[in-house]
């Protein structure tokens, strides 16, 4: 997308999920979850937004896949009017300091369908998913060159976890590309 942009880590987390922004889905477009063989789906998606050696069976065993039976209820699809996969996004969950959060994660739109939209309400279903799985309070990790991911969080109310030098730095960057966006709240 945009390829000067240094490639940094960033974090972001919203302290609560009450008031989560609501968009519809375009006419025919519609949302299916995971279902037993759509690794390969999963898969297919991701290895078509990114580089084929980055994101592999390895990737998607360490970050979802060590929790099969979760996936049914916490990973979605994107259909188009024409019945295709489209995108994904996941409602999925960690530890931290002994806390539990949802964690968004592995959101993806196919690029032929990139730019029109279908990142807020695929983000705003998994959001509500996540409410719906009794969360109560979410983040996310992301990097610097992704600014129509990072434009989408912020719109939905995540904030940047900033504490240490290098998080300075990665947002001095990203605000140069991104300077307000709305909060749909
Ligand atoms: C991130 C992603 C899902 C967003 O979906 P999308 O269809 O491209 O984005 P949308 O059309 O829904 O737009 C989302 C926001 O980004 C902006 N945007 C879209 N394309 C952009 C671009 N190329 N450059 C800068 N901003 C862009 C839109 O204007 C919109 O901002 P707004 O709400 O303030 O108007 C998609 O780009 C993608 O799959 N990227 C590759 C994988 C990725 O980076 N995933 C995120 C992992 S954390």
């Known amino acids: 997308m945009i390829g000067h942009i240094e490639y940094l880590s960033i974090r972001m987390y919203r302290p609560n999920l009450r008031r989560i922004p609501q968009y519809s889905l375009l006419d025919g477009f519609g949302l299916r979850f995971f279902r ?3 690794r390969k789906t999963w898969l297919d998606i991701w290895q078509t ?10 990737t998607f ?8 039976p ?28 002994g ?33 719906v799985l009794g969360h109560r309070r979410a ?7 992704r600014i129509a991911a990072i434009r989408t969080y912020l719109r939905f109310g995540f904030r940047p976890d900033i504490s240490t030098d290098e998080d300075h730095r990665a947002w001095r960057l990203v605000h140069r590309h991104i300077k307000a966006v709305p909060v749909s709240m």
């Not at 065993?61 to 099969?68: A, H, P």
């Not at 994660?105 to 032929?112: K, T």
């Not at 983040?139 to 060159?145: E, G, M, R, S, V």
């Open 61 to 68: 065993r360490q970050s979802l896949g060590y929790d099969l």
């Open 36 to 38: 037993r063989g759509d």
């Open 70 to 97: 979760a996936l049914p209820r916490r990973c979605l699809f994107l259909i188009s009017p024409d019945g295709h996969v489209i995108g994904t996004a996941t409602a999925w969950y960690e530890r931290d300091h």
């Open 99 to 131: 806390q539990r959060w949802g964690r968004l994660h592995w959101v993806a739109i196919r690029p032929e369908f990139q730019g029109r939209g279908l990142s807020k309400p695929l983000v705003g279903a998994v959001m509500n998913l996540m409410r």
């Open 49 to 58: 937004v990114e580089n084929h050696e980055r994101v592999t069976l390895k």
């Open 139 to 145: 983040f996310l990790i992301t990097q610097t060159p």
